[in-house]
């Protein structure tokens, strides 16, 4: 017993440490590491935790790789978050496609206020439900969890799940998977336009590689509903950045682009120019209309 008790301090003081913990990158990597974990050990397998610098809490799955980052830091990537919350408003719109537990859509619901709207569209069952509960934990009115994925058509699709990293379910990807469920997707442009939108603010897109459906089957409503910005992942892709398939939607839809790359001290967006940009640039990039409100956003996310 004493055994235990000991190592419930030393649980709590880790955590206490996480969550003082500076920098923008790192959080994800330092929860999952071989140290950080055998004492983490013994926890519990659910728990609520605060997200950081938000008055928002998320109910996580302390074992799964985002959950772990979340409960021993109050996030997994800061630097998303933050950009989010950045961009943000009281009253606005945004929408998560791939909420995974709903981290990206509880701090948007702690910016937009509850004159604000979020949908959020997660297929993965467990994640859909304990998203679901994390809105009501905290009260928020304004948070819709879609339990749907979305792409170019009504029909099922198989979802590809990792057991040590969840969030990493994918359809279009089934490398290194361990399990396969079978999902409702949902004509993107279809379901959007039944919502009722009005103006979107932020479009956050995670997808694990099936954004390019997404952006497909909701081409149409786009073009009529332009969000302000699109924060995504650009992974895996190989030669030029103007040659992937999804900077050419987006930028057919009147987007230019940012970067955001990892940080530990101060966070920046870094502008691309597609044509000139040449090799890897950052994983998170960040897309804002080609008008004054794409310029505002840009110069507002980067003011200090």
């Known amino acids: 017993m004493a055994g235990e008790g000991l190592r419930g301090v030393a649980r709590a003081a880790l955590r206490q440490l996480g969550h003082l913990y500076p920098l923008y990158s790192g959080c994800g990597t330092l929860a999952n590491s071989r140290p950080w974990r055998t004492i983490m050990a013994g926890g519990p397998e659910e728990a609520v935790a605060p997200i950081r610098n938000t008055g928002a809490k998320l109910i996580v799955p302390v074992g799964d790789f985002i959950g772990s980052a979340v409960y021993s830091f109050g996030?997994?990537?800061?630097?998303?978050?933050?950009?989010?919350?950045?961009?943000?408003?009281?009253?606005?719109?945004?929408l998560d496609i791939g909420a995974n537990l709903g981290l990206v859509t509880m701090a948007m619901a702690d910016a937009v206020g509850p004159s604000g709207r979020i949908e959020a569209f997660e297929p993965q069952p467990r994640f859909a439900a304990l998203a679901r509960r994390s809105a009501e934990l905290n009260g928020y009115r304004q948070v819709t969890i879609h339990q749907v994925a979305l792409g170019r058509d009504d029909r099922q699709v198989e979802l590809h799940i990792p057991y040590e990293n969840m969030g990493r379910a994918s359809i279009g990807r089934s490398e290194g998977t361990d399990e396969t469920i079978e999902v409702q997707q949902r004509d993107a442009g279809a379901l959007l336009e039944q919502l009722d939108l009005g103006p979107i603010r932020l479009l956050k897109m995670d997808v694990?590689?099936?954004?390019?459906?997404?952006?497909?089957?909701?081409?149409?409503?786009?073009?009529?509903?332009?969000?302000?910005?699109?924060?995504?992942?650009?992974?895996?892709?190989?030669?030029?950045?103007?040659?992937?398939?999804?900077?050419?939607?987006?930028?057919?839809?009147?987007?230019?682009?940012?970067?955001?790359?990892?940080?530990?001290?101060?966070?920046?967006?870094?502008?691309?120019?597609?044509?000139?940009?040449?090799?890897?640039l950052a994983n998170d990039i960040l897309a804002v209309r080609q008008d004054a409100s794409g310029e505002a956003i840009l110069a507002q996310v980067n003011a200090r």
Do not use: C, H
Not at 75 to 94: E, F, M, S, Y
């Open 208 to 280: 694990e590689g099936y954004e390019t459906e997404v952006i497909a089957g909701a081409e149409a409503f786009l073009r009529g509903n332009t969000p302000d910005a699109i924060l995504f992942e650009l992974n895996d892709y190989e030669g030029a950045f103007r040659d992937q398939p999804l900077i050419g939607q987006l930028m057919a839809l009147g987007y230019r682009f940012a970067e955001m790359p990892k940080s530990l001290w101060r966070m920046q967006l870094r502008r691309i120019d597609p044509a000139k940009a040449t090799g890897r």
């Open 75 to 94: 996030d997994l990537d800061p630097k998303v978050t933050w950009v989010a919350q950045k961009i943000l408003r009281p009253g606005d719109t945004a």
